[in-house]
C-alpha cells in the first residue's frame, strides 16, 4: 500500500502577553466537516513551497497578518482523518510574534482570542485535547506523534520527544 498523506499546517498565533491563541471558531458553512469546532489556522501545502512558507501564507490567508517568530512545535500523523478517510500529516507550528491586525473572521467563520489555560474546554476535534498542551507547553523539544482515526474519532494517541 503506498502511503500518500496530504501535507498541511496548523498554527496556533499567541497573542503579545502569550496568555491568549487566535483560533477560528468554524461556523460559517454547515457542511463544513469542522463546523461548529474551534481549530488552529492553517490548510494544505502547495506545490513548489515549503511548509513553513505554506504556514505563512495560510495565517496570512485566514488572518491577515505575518509571521514574524513562527516556531515548529511538532508533528502529527492522523490516519483515516479526512471525510472519506483520507490520511494527513499535518506541521504543528506556533505563532510567537506577528505584524498586523487580525481579521474578526475569514470564510471559515469567526477568529477569536482564546485563553490557553481554557482551550481544552472549548468545542474541538476530540484529538486535539492530546497534542495541544504539547503546542504551549515549555519543553523546547519537538513532539513527533500517531493518531489514527476511525468515524471522526482518535483511535490512540502515541508521540515522542
Known amino acids: 500500500m503506498v502511503y500518500t498523506p496530504i501535507l498541511a499546517t496548523l498554527g496556533y498565533i499567541m497573542s503579545p502577553d502569550k496568555k491568549n491563541t487566535l483560533l477560528v471558531y468554524r461556523n460559517s458553512r454547515r457542511d463544513d466537516p469542522h463546523f461548529g469546532k474551534y481549530n488552529g489556522l492553517g490548510g494544505k501545502m502547495e506545490p513548489g513551497e515549503s ?25 502529527i500523523n492522523w490516519t483515516g482523518f479526512g471525510p472519506d478517510g ?15 491586525e487580525p481579521k474578526k473572521q475569514n470564510e471559515e467563520g469567526q477568529l477569536l482570542w482564546s ?23 515549555e519543553n523546547p523539544r519537538i513532539f513527533h506523534g500517531y493518531m ?14
Open 148 to 161: 489514527p482515526y476511525k468515524n471522526s474519532a482518535p483511535q490512540s494517541w502515541e508521540y515522542v520527544r
Open 86 to 100: 483520507e490520511d494527513w500529516f499535518g506541521f504543528i507550528y506556533r505563532i510567537d510574534a506577528f505584524s498586523g
Open 51 to 75: 511548509i513553513y512558507a505554506c504556514m505563512c501564507r495560510e495565517i496570512y490567508e485566514e488572518a491577515g497578518i505575518t509571521c514574524d517568530e513562527v516556531l515548529l512545535r511538532g508533528t
Open 115 to 137: 485563553p490557553v489555560d481554557q482551550l481544552l474546554t472549548l468545542p474541538m476535534w476530540e484529538g486535539d485535547k492530546y497534542f495541544i498542551p504539547l503546542v504551549f507547553d
